[in-house]
């Protein structure tokens, strides 16, 4: 059996779309920034693929906070 080198490339996935990706940018923006995972749940995939997808978009910085809320220590 031959194997040819084309058999061994991953084929591309037709997951992300026009549509999906219009759907990260109306959600998580500089106005609005819905969670990663809720995200994740209306699109039926993970949260590390919505999240990989956001940084190609060039929508969220991996380096950068992200959501993450501050949260501060009060001493009495």
Not at 16 to 35: G, I, K, S
């Amino acid at each position: 059996m031959s194997v040819y080198c084309f058999d061994l490339v991953p084929k591309k996935s037709s997951f992300w779309n026009q549509e999906r990706d219009a759907h990260l940018r109306a959600f998580y923006n500089d106005q609005v920034r819905v969670d990663p995972s809720i995200l994740a749940l209306k699109l039926r995939t993970s949260e590390v693929q919505v999240l990989n997808r956001l940084s190609k978009l060039g929508l969220r910085n991996k380096r950068g906070a992200g959501n993450v809320q501050g949260r501060y220590v009060v001493a009495s």
